[in-house]
Protein backbone atom coordinates (compact mmCIF):
# COMPACT_ATOMS: atom_id res chain seq x y z
CA UNK A 1 0.00 0.00 0.00
CA UNK A 2 1.25 3.23 -0.61
CA UNK A 3 1.75 6.18 1.60
CA UNK A 4 -0.66 8.33 0.06
CA UNK A 5 -3.56 5.52 0.17
CA UNK A 6 -2.45 5.29 4.20
CA UNK A 7 -3.59 9.11 4.37
CA UNK A 8 -6.94 9.21 5.18
CA UNK A 9 -9.58 11.50 3.76
CA UNK A 10 -10.52 14.02 6.20
CA UNK A 11 -14.49 13.08 7.79
CA UNK A 12 -17.68 14.93 7.06
CA UNK A 13 -20.72 14.94 8.94
CA UNK A 14 -23.92 14.78 7.20
CA UNK A 15 -26.76 16.52 7.42
CA UNK A 16 -30.17 15.88 5.23
CA UNK A 17 -33.48 17.93 5.13
CA UNK A 18 -36.28 15.40 4.73
CA UNK A 19 -38.81 17.79 3.05
CA UNK A 20 -39.09 20.79 3.00
CA UNK A 21 -40.95 22.78 6.29
CA UNK A 22 -38.52 20.38 8.26
CA UNK A 23 -34.89 21.22 9.60
CA UNK A 24 -31.78 19.47 8.49
CA UNK A 25 -30.71 16.15 10.57
CA UNK A 26 -27.98 14.66 11.24
CA UNK A 27 -27.55 11.13 9.36
CA UNK A 28 -24.33 9.97 9.82
CA UNK A 29 -20.85 10.62 8.61
CA UNK A 30 -18.01 10.14 5.77
CA UNK A 31 -14.72 10.27 4.32
CA UNK A 32 -13.98 12.46 1.17
CA UNK A 33 -11.04 14.42 -0.39
CA UNK A 34 -13.00 17.36 -0.58
CA UNK A 35 -16.37 19.19 -0.22
CA UNK A 36 -17.74 18.35 -3.60
CA UNK A 37 -17.10 14.83 -3.50
CA UNK A 38 -18.38 14.78 0.16
CA UNK A 39 -21.36 15.76 -1.25
CA UNK A 40 -21.80 13.14 -3.92
CA UNK A 41 -21.30 10.13 -1.61
CA UNK A 42 -23.08 11.81 1.05
CA UNK A 43 -26.22 11.13 -1.51
CA UNK A 44 -24.96 8.01 -2.48
CA UNK A 45 -24.66 6.57 0.91
CA UNK A 46 -27.79 8.65 2.88
CA UNK A 47 -30.22 9.25 0.07
CA UNK A 48 -30.58 6.01 -1.93
CA UNK A 49 -34.43 6.17 -1.21
CA UNK A 50 -35.70 10.10 -1.04
CA UNK A 51 -34.93 10.16 2.14
CA UNK A 52 -33.99 14.30 1.46
CA UNK A 53 -34.25 16.97 -0.71
CA UNK A 54 -31.48 18.94 0.98
CA UNK A 55 -28.07 18.23 2.41
CA UNK A 56 -25.55 19.67 4.16
CA UNK A 57 -21.84 18.20 4.50
CA UNK A 58 -19.84 19.68 7.05
CA UNK A 59 -16.29 18.80 8.22
CA UNK A 60 -16.20 17.42 11.56
CA UNK A 61 -13.40 18.74 12.63
CA UNK A 62 -14.77 22.16 12.18
CA UNK A 63 -18.19 21.91 14.57
CA UNK A 64 -17.49 23.01 18.19
CA UNK A 65 -19.00 20.90 20.93
CA UNK A 66 -20.36 20.69 24.18
CA UNK A 67 -18.83 18.19 26.22
CA UNK A 68 -20.62 16.11 28.12
CA UNK A 69 -18.28 16.13 30.81
CA UNK A 70 -19.62 20.50 30.89
CA UNK A 71 -23.00 19.42 31.01
CA UNK A 72 -23.80 20.78 34.18
CA UNK A 73 -22.16 24.21 34.19
CA UNK A 74 -23.43 24.55 30.58
CA UNK A 75 -27.25 23.06 30.55
CA UNK A 76 -27.79 23.92 34.93
CA UNK A 77 -29.18 27.76 33.80
CA UNK A 78 -32.19 26.60 32.56
CA UNK A 79 -32.49 23.82 35.02
CA UNK A 80 -34.23 26.34 38.27
CA UNK A 81 -36.47 28.15 35.48
CA UNK A 82 -39.45 25.68 35.56
CA UNK A 83 -41.58 29.68 34.88
CA UNK A 84 -40.67 28.95 31.24
CA UNK A 85 -42.71 25.78 30.89
CA UNK A 86 -46.69 26.20 30.22
CA UNK A 87 -47.30 24.05 32.77
CA UNK A 88 -45.95 26.60 35.49
CA UNK A 89 -49.02 28.18 35.46
CA UNK A 90 -52.27 27.02 36.67
CA UNK A 91 -55.68 28.14 35.07
CA UNK A 92 -58.90 27.03 35.79
CA UNK A 93 -60.47 24.26 34.29
CA UNK A 94 -63.63 26.22 32.89
CA UNK A 95 -61.38 28.68 30.96
CA UNK A 96 -61.09 27.30 27.54
CA UNK A 97 -58.43 26.90 25.00
CA UNK A 98 -55.44 27.75 27.14
CA UNK B 1 -15.01 14.18 63.45
CA UNK B 2 -16.83 13.00 60.00
CA UNK B 3 -14.90 12.92 56.78
CA UNK B 4 -16.84 12.39 53.38
CA UNK B 5 -14.52 10.64 51.46
CA UNK B 6 -14.63 12.09 47.57
CA UNK B 7 -14.94 8.37 45.32
CA UNK B 8 -12.10 8.11 42.66
CA UNK B 9 -12.87 9.73 39.76
CA UNK B 10 -12.70 6.34 37.79
CA UNK B 11 -15.68 5.01 40.12
CA UNK B 12 -18.04 8.05 39.81
CA UNK B 13 -17.45 7.39 35.81
CA UNK B 14 -18.16 3.90 35.75
CA UNK B 15 -21.38 4.23 38.17
CA UNK B 16 -22.28 7.15 35.73
CA UNK B 17 -21.94 4.75 32.66
CA UNK B 18 -23.71 1.87 34.82
CA UNK B 19 -26.79 4.08 35.74
CA UNK B 20 -27.12 5.35 31.88
CA UNK B 21 -27.12 1.47 30.81
CA UNK B 22 -29.44 0.74 33.86
CA UNK B 23 -31.89 3.42 32.66
CA UNK B 24 -31.93 1.62 29.02
CA UNK B 25 -30.59 5.10 27.98
CA UNK B 26 -27.72 5.26 25.11
CA UNK B 27 -24.53 6.29 25.48
CA UNK B 28 -23.08 8.29 22.70
CA UNK B 29 -19.30 8.67 21.46
CA UNK B 30 -17.99 11.44 23.89
CA UNK B 31 -18.99 9.86 26.74
CA UNK B 32 -16.90 8.08 29.08
CA UNK B 33 -17.11 4.36 28.92
CA UNK B 34 -15.18 1.09 30.14
CA UNK B 35 -12.59 0.04 27.97
CA UNK B 36 -14.14 -3.29 27.72
CA UNK B 37 -17.24 -2.03 26.34
CA UNK B 38 -15.29 0.28 23.40
CA UNK B 39 -13.35 -3.04 22.40
CA UNK B 40 -16.69 -5.55 22.49
CA UNK B 41 -18.30 -2.57 20.45
CA UNK B 42 -15.47 -2.04 17.93
CA UNK B 43 -14.84 -6.03 17.63
CA UNK B 44 -18.47 -6.02 16.92
CA UNK B 45 -19.65 -3.04 14.70
CA UNK B 46 -16.64 -3.70 12.79
CA UNK B 47 -17.19 -7.65 11.75
CA UNK B 48 -20.84 -6.37 10.89
CA UNK B 49 -19.36 -3.74 8.39
CA UNK B 50 -16.93 -6.56 7.27
CA UNK B 51 -19.50 -8.68 6.66
CA UNK B 52 -21.85 -6.29 4.86
CA UNK B 53 -18.90 -5.28 2.45
CA UNK B 54 -18.06 -9.33 1.59
CA UNK B 55 -21.53 -9.85 1.34
CA UNK B 56 -21.80 -7.96 -1.80
CA UNK B 57 -19.42 -10.72 -3.35
CA UNK B 58 -21.68 -13.77 -3.36
CA UNK B 59 -24.78 -12.01 -4.87
CA UNK B 60 -22.41 -9.46 -7.00
CA UNK B 61 -21.58 -13.16 -8.99
CA UNK B 62 -24.82 -12.60 -10.24
CA UNK B 63 -24.97 -9.31 -11.60
CA UNK B 64 -24.17 -9.87 -15.14
CA UNK B 65 -26.13 -13.22 -15.85
CA UNK B 66 -29.61 -11.69 -13.89
CA UNK B 67 -32.01 -13.12 -16.35
CA UNK B 68 -34.08 -9.73 -17.33
CA UNK B 69 -33.19 -6.08 -16.81
CA UNK B 70 -35.58 -5.90 -13.74
CA UNK B 71 -34.06 -8.79 -11.99
CA UNK B 72 -30.86 -6.69 -12.97
CA UNK B 73 -31.58 -3.33 -11.70
CA UNK B 74 -32.94 -4.93 -8.41
CA UNK B 75 -29.66 -7.20 -8.03
CA UNK B 76 -27.44 -3.50 -8.52
CA UNK B 77 -29.71 -1.88 -6.38
CA UNK B 78 -29.52 -4.78 -3.68
CA UNK B 79 -25.66 -5.23 -3.40
CA UNK B 80 -25.43 -1.12 -3.83
CA UNK B 81 -27.27 -0.99 -0.46
CA UNK B 82 -24.53 -3.86 1.20
CA UNK B 83 -22.28 -1.46 0.70
CA UNK B 84 -23.69 1.50 2.15
CA UNK B 85 -24.62 -0.80 4.77
CA UNK B 86 -21.22 -1.42 5.65
CA UNK B 87 -20.15 2.85 5.24
CA UNK B 88 -22.91 3.14 8.20
CA UNK B 89 -21.35 0.71 10.40
CA UNK B 90 -17.55 1.75 9.23
CA UNK B 91 -19.15 5.39 10.60
CA UNK B 92 -20.44 4.28 13.57
CA UNK B 93 -17.13 2.51 14.76
CA UNK B 94 -15.03 5.02 13.79
CA UNK B 95 -16.94 6.90 16.60
CA UNK B 96 -15.12 5.09 19.01
CA UNK B 97 -11.44 6.27 18.19
CA UNK B 98 -10.42 3.59 15.25
CA UNK B 99 -9.78 4.61 12.05
CA UNK B 100 -11.07 3.64 8.45
CA UNK B 101 -8.14 2.71 7.30
CA UNK B 102 -7.54 0.09 10.50
CA UNK B 103 -10.70 -1.24 9.61
CA UNK B 104 -9.96 -1.71 6.07
CA UNK B 105 -6.40 -3.36 7.42
CA UNK B 106 -7.85 -5.89 10.05
CA UNK B 107 -10.22 -7.08 7.40
CA UNK B 108 -7.74 -7.54 4.37
CA UNK B 109 -5.36 -9.03 6.61
CA UNK B 110 -7.84 -11.42 8.02
CA UNK B 111 -7.65 -10.53 11.84
CA UNK B 112 -11.03 -9.58 12.43
CA UNK B 113 -13.88 -12.12 11.03
CA UNK B 114 -16.90 -11.40 8.62
CA UNK B 115 -20.25 -13.50 8.94
CA UNK B 116 -19.66 -16.96 7.94
CA UNK B 117 -22.75 -17.62 5.61
CA UNK B 118 -20.38 -15.66 3.35
CA UNK B 119 -18.30 -18.19 2.84
CA UNK B 120 -20.54 -20.44 0.90
CA UNK B 121 -20.57 -20.06 -2.84
CA UNK B 122 -23.60 -18.89 -5.26
CA UNK B 123 -24.21 -21.62 -7.52
CA UNK B 124 -27.35 -20.96 -9.14
CA UNK B 125 -29.39 -17.86 -9.40
CA UNK B 126 -31.72 -19.36 -7.43
CA UNK B 127 -29.20 -18.61 -4.92
CA UNK B 128 -29.72 -14.76 -5.39
CA UNK B 129 -33.44 -15.43 -4.20
CA UNK B 130 -32.85 -17.60 -1.27
CA UNK B 131 -30.63 -15.61 -0.08
CA UNK B 132 -32.69 -12.44 0.30
CA UNK B 133 -35.22 -15.01 1.88
CA UNK B 134 -33.06 -17.17 4.49
CA UNK B 135 -29.62 -15.12 4.51
CA UNK B 136 -31.80 -11.65 4.58
CA UNK B 137 -34.37 -12.97 6.67
CA UNK B 138 -31.99 -14.18 9.62
CA UNK B 139 -29.78 -11.07 9.55
CA UNK B 140 -33.10 -8.68 10.37
CA UNK B 141 -33.73 -10.98 13.49
CA UNK B 142 -30.62 -10.47 14.30
CA UNK B 143 -30.62 -6.89 13.53
CA UNK B 144 -33.99 -5.70 14.66
CA UNK B 145 -33.19 -6.18 18.28
CA UNK B 146 -29.76 -4.22 17.98
CA UNK B 147 -31.55 -1.09 16.86
CA UNK B 148 -32.28 -0.39 20.43
CA UNK B 149 -28.55 -1.48 21.42
CA UNK B 150 -26.96 0.80 24.23
CA UNK B 151 -24.31 2.33 21.87
CA UNK B 152 -26.27 5.09 20.12
CA UNK B 153 -24.34 5.22 16.82
CA UNK B 154 -24.80 1.37 16.27
CA UNK B 155 -28.68 1.71 17.12
CA UNK B 156 -28.97 4.54 14.69
CA UNK B 157 -27.09 2.77 11.71
CA UNK B 158 -29.49 -0.16 12.14
CA UNK B 159 -32.15 1.33 11.89
CA UNK B 160 -31.42 2.31 8.58
CA UNK B 161 -29.91 -0.89 8.05
CA UNK B 162 -33.47 -2.27 8.95
CA UNK B 163 -35.54 -0.30 6.87
CA UNK B 164 -34.02 -1.65 3.64
CA UNK B 165 -33.23 -5.76 4.60
CA UNK B 166 -36.99 -5.29 4.17
CA UNK B 167 -36.94 -4.70 0.73
CA UNK B 168 -34.04 -7.36 0.42
CA UNK B 169 -36.02 -10.00 1.82
CA UNK B 170 -39.03 -9.44 0.16
CA UNK B 171 -37.35 -9.25 -3.46
CA UNK B 172 -35.88 -12.79 -2.67
CA UNK B 173 -38.93 -14.20 -1.54
CA UNK B 174 -40.93 -12.61 -4.38
CA UNK B 175 -37.73 -14.25 -6.76
CA UNK B 176 -38.62 -17.47 -5.38
CA UNK B 177 -42.23 -17.55 -5.80
CA UNK B 178 -41.80 -16.37 -9.16
CA UNK B 179 -39.56 -19.50 -9.86
CA UNK B 180 -41.91 -21.56 -7.74
CA UNK B 181 -44.50 -20.71 -10.31
CA UNK B 182 -42.39 -22.10 -13.23
CA UNK B 183 -40.70 -24.61 -14.79
CA UNK B 184 -40.00 -28.20 -13.02
CA UNK B 185 -36.74 -27.30 -13.42
CA UNK B 186 -37.08 -24.01 -11.91
CA UNK B 187 -38.43 -25.54 -8.86
CA UNK B 188 -35.99 -27.98 -8.61
CA UNK B 189 -33.76 -25.38 -8.37
CA UNK B 190 -35.76 -23.46 -5.87
CA UNK B 191 -35.38 -26.79 -3.64
CA UNK B 192 -31.77 -27.18 -4.18
CA UNK B 193 -31.08 -24.01 -3.65
CA UNK B 194 -32.95 -23.83 0.26
CA UNK B 195 -31.34 -26.97 0.78
CA UNK B 196 -28.15 -25.50 0.82
CA UNK B 197 -28.50 -22.56 2.55
CA UNK B 198 -31.19 -23.71 5.25
CA UNK B 199 -28.24 -24.77 7.92
CA UNK B 200 -25.77 -22.20 7.01
CA UNK B 201 -28.68 -19.87 7.78
CA UNK B 202 -28.97 -20.99 11.27
CA UNK B 203 -25.19 -21.02 12.17
CA UNK B 204 -25.65 -17.65 11.37
CA UNK B 205 -27.51 -16.83 15.28
CA UNK B 206 -23.58 -17.56 16.60
CA UNK B 207 -23.17 -20.93 18.76
CA UNK B 208 -25.57 -22.26 21.52
CA UNK B 209 -25.70 -20.08 24.27
CA UNK B 210 -23.66 -22.51 26.99
CA UNK B 211 -20.73 -22.11 24.11
CA UNK B 212 -21.37 -18.39 23.54
CA UNK B 213 -19.17 -16.82 26.40
CA UNK B 214 -19.19 -13.50 25.94
CA UNK B 215 -22.69 -12.86 24.98
CA UNK B 216 -23.27 -12.78 29.27
CA UNK B 217 -21.64 -9.99 29.41
CA UNK B 218 -22.64 -8.17 26.40
CA UNK B 219 -26.29 -8.77 27.27
CA UNK B 220 -25.37 -7.21 30.86
CA UNK B 221 -24.04 -4.46 28.59
CA UNK B 222 -27.33 -4.23 26.82
CA UNK B 223 -25.16 -4.26 23.35
CA UNK B 224 -26.73 -7.54 22.38
CA UNK B 225 -30.84 -7.56 23.56
CA UNK B 226 -31.40 -11.20 23.09
CA UNK B 227 -29.55 -14.70 23.07
CA UNK B 228 -28.27 -17.05 19.62
CA UNK B 229 -30.62 -19.46 20.28
CA UNK B 230 -33.57 -17.00 21.54
CA UNK B 231 -32.84 -15.68 17.97
CA UNK B 232 -32.49 -18.69 16.09
CA UNK B 233 -36.06 -20.22 17.61
CA UNK B 234 -37.41 -16.71 16.03
CA UNK B 235 -36.29 -17.23 12.98
CA UNK B 236 -37.23 -20.89 12.94
CA UNK B 237 -40.68 -19.91 13.88
CA UNK B 238 -41.06 -17.47 11.02
CA UNK B 239 -39.45 -19.38 8.29
CA UNK B 240 -41.45 -23.02 8.60
CA UNK B 241 -44.98 -20.97 7.61
CA UNK B 242 -43.18 -19.55 4.59
CA UNK B 243 -41.43 -22.12 3.45
CA UNK B 244 -45.22 -23.55 3.29
CA UNK B 245 -46.23 -20.70 1.47
CA UNK B 246 -43.28 -21.01 -0.81
CA UNK B 247 -43.74 -24.64 -1.69
CA UNK B 248 -40.41 -26.06 -0.44
CA UNK B 249 -39.30 -27.74 2.29
CA UNK B 250 -36.23 -27.54 5.09
CA UNK B 251 -33.86 -30.33 5.08
CA UNK B 252 -34.15 -31.17 8.76
CA UNK B 253 -36.45 -34.34 9.33
CA UNK B 254 -36.20 -33.29 13.30
CA UNK B 255 -38.78 -30.16 12.42
CA UNK B 256 -41.71 -30.31 14.05
CA UNK B 257 -44.58 -28.01 15.89
CA UNK B 258 -44.13 -28.44 19.55
CA UNK B 259 -47.94 -28.12 21.30
CA UNK B 260 -46.31 -27.74 24.27
CA UNK B 261 -43.47 -25.07 24.15
CA UNK B 262 -45.72 -23.00 21.32
CA UNK B 263 -42.70 -23.12 19.16
CA UNK B 264 -41.18 -25.42 16.36
CA UNK B 265 -38.57 -28.09 17.19
CA UNK B 266 -35.59 -27.90 15.15
CA UNK B 267 -32.24 -30.68 14.64
CA UNK B 268 -28.53 -29.21 15.20
CA UNK B 269 -27.02 -27.26 13.09
CA UNK B 270 -23.12 -29.03 12.58
CA UNK B 271 -21.17 -27.28 14.96
CA UNK B 272 -17.76 -28.22 13.48
CA UNK B 273 -18.35 -27.10 10.10
CA UNK B 274 -19.36 -23.69 11.62
CA UNK B 275 -16.12 -23.96 13.50
CA UNK B 276 -14.07 -24.88 10.71
CA UNK B 277 -15.67 -21.88 8.05
CA UNK B 278 -14.94 -19.50 10.66
CA UNK B 279 -11.44 -20.44 11.18
CA UNK B 280 -10.88 -20.11 7.35
CA UNK B 281 -11.73 -23.33 5.62
CA UNK B 282 -14.97 -22.64 4.51
CA UNK B 283 -15.59 -23.55 0.90
CA UNK B 284 -15.42 -19.86 -0.24
CA UNK B 285 -12.80 -17.78 2.59
CA UNK B 286 -9.87 -17.51 0.62
CA UNK B 287 -11.71 -16.32 -2.72
CA UNK B 288 -13.80 -13.68 -0.79
CA UNK B 289 -10.33 -12.03 0.75
CA UNK B 290 -8.43 -12.23 -2.41
CA UNK B 291 -11.45 -10.28 -4.32
CA UNK B 292 -11.44 -8.13 -1.62
CA UNK B 293 -7.69 -7.58 -1.76
CA UNK B 294 -7.62 -7.00 -5.54
CA UNK B 295 -10.64 -5.01 -5.38
CA UNK B 296 -8.57 -2.21 -2.52
CA UNK B 297 -6.08 -2.77 -4.61
CA UNK B 298 -7.12 -1.84 -7.88
CA UNK B 299 -8.94 1.21 -6.63
CA UNK B 300 -5.97 2.89 -5.13
CA UNK B 301 -5.28 5.05 -8.51
CA UNK B 302 -9.17 6.44 -7.65
CA UNK B 303 -8.53 7.20 -3.88
CA UNK B 304 -4.95 8.95 -5.04
CA UNK B 305 -6.21 10.88 -7.91
CA UNK B 306 -9.42 12.35 -5.85
CA UNK B 307 -6.72 13.26 -3.10
CA UNK B 308 -4.66 14.67 -5.92
CA UNK B 309 -7.42 16.34 -7.51
CA UNK B 310 -8.13 18.06 -3.91
CA UNK B 311 -4.95 18.88 -2.83
CA UNK B 312 -4.67 21.14 -6.26
CA UNK B 313 -8.11 22.82 -5.99
CA UNK B 314 -7.09 23.90 -2.66
CA UNK B 315 -3.62 25.11 -4.17
CA UNK B 316 -5.21 26.96 -6.75
CA UNK B 317 -7.14 28.66 -3.88
CA UNK B 318 -4.48 29.82 -2.11
CA UNK B 319 -2.82 31.05 -4.93
Given amino acids: MTNGDRREWPLYEVFVRGKRGLNHVHVGSLHAPDDAMALRHARDVYTRRNEGVSIWVVRADAITASSPDEKDPLFAPNGDKVYRHPTFYEIPENVPHM | MTTTVEPEPQERLQ ?12 IEPRDWMPEAYRRTLVRQIAQHAHSE ?19 KAILLAKVQDEAGHGLYLYSACETLGVSRAELTDLLLTGRQKYSSIFNYPTLSYADVGTIGWLVDGAAICNQVPLCRTSYGPYGRAMIRICK ?21 AQRAMVQESVD ?18 NSGQSMAW ?25 GVTLPDPELRWNEERGHYDFG ?3 WEEFAAVISGNGPCNAQRLAHRRAAHEDGAWVREAASAFAARSTEEEVR
Avoid: C
Fill in chain 2, 15 to 26: AAFDATIARHDR
Fill in chain 2, 53 to 71: IIGMQPEGNWISRAPSLRR
Fill in chain 2, 164 to 184: EESFHQRQGYELLMTMMRGTD
Fill in chain 2, 196 to 213: RFWWPSLMMFGPPDERSP
Fill in chain 2, 222 to 246: GIKRNSNDELRQRFVDMSVPQAEAL
Fill in chain 2, 268 to 270: EPD
